[in-house]
């Protein structure tokens, strides 16, 4: 087992977390961890079926989380700096959920970080996401 809680997160994005689920985490019923979304890469039919596999595994899009309340899912991304890479990864996700998941209500959005650019927050705000600031990974928590 890891010794730090959230394996799938790098270290910085696993203190932001811990904060997020402290601070808003009764908001929501449960919560998912890399859930894989996509195709993924092709490889190349010489190869062994158990690279196939394993490619078919590892290279789709991995969501950081997913929070649900009752049937509706919240797919959140989790970074000490929202930038415009920020923007991009929601809006892929948020696409790729409906094409893996089409049965499922479409998801709404959220950004977990440490800072954000304010461009970037007023522009993820309009489109409905959800933004949770709260703080730099290397400071005490609040």
């Known amino acids: 087992m890891s010794p730090q809680p959230f394996p799938h997160l790098l270290p910085a994005e696993g203190v932001l977390w811990y904060r997020f689920l402290v601070a808003h985490g009764a908001e929501w019923d449960r919560f998912e961890y890399d859930v894989r979304l996509g195709e993924g890469r092709p490889t190349e039919a010489h190869h062994p079926d158990y690279?196939?596999?394993?490619?078919?595994?590892?290279?789709?899009?991995?969501?950081?989380?997913?929070?649900?309340?009752?049937?509706?899912?919240?797919?959140f991304e989790v970074t000490p700096k929202g930038a415009r890479t920020l923007v991009g990864a929601l809006e892929l996700y948020s696409s790729l959920w409906i094409r893996t998941f089409p049965d499922t209500p479409p998801p709404r959005r959220a950004a977990v970080v440490g800072s954000i650019d304010p461009d970037v927050l007023t522009y993820l705000r309009s489109k409905g996401d959800l933004v949770y600031v709260v703080g730099e990974p290397d400071t005490a928590p609040a």
């Open 51 to 75: 690279i196939k596999a394993m490619n078919a595994r590892l290279s789709k899009k991995r969501l950081d989380a997913v929070g649900y309340k009752g049937a509706f899912p919240t797919i």
